[in-house]
């Protein structure tokens, strides 16, 4: 049983930066497109970016230009590089696979708290 641990959230002003990472128990990142998500509350949770098996990223509009998705496969990890930070990225942030059938337990979230 794959386990995902994400960490590196925090309390930041507006403008403000953070890495956030995801740890996984597995060698997963070569075999699974995998994905940043978030949750913000009273809100559905949403797609964040994405980084193919191949390397190639995605990411939504709303974070495009601010927020960079990474990965290391040797140390099964996976990170999320994200700056210029703003009030409405406030939210609970999860890793897992991109696409739903392929989906590992979920994690406990790593709270990222944007202040303005």
Known sequence: QVQLVESGGGLVQA????RLSCAASGSIFS???MAWYR???RKQREL????????RTN???SVKGRFTISRDIA???MYLQMNSLKPEDTAVYYCNTYLRTRYYAW?????VT???
Do not use: F, R
């Open 48 to 55: 964040v970016a994405v980084i193919a098996t191949g390397g």
């Open 31 to 33: 075999i699974n497109d």
């Open 15 to 18: 403008g403000g930066s953070l």
């Open 114 to 116: 944007v202040s303005s």
């Open 75 to 77: 140390k099964n990890t």
């Open 39 to 41: 949750q913000a509350p």
């Open 59 to 61: 990411y939504a509009d």
């Open 107 to 111: 994690g406990q979230g790593t709270q």
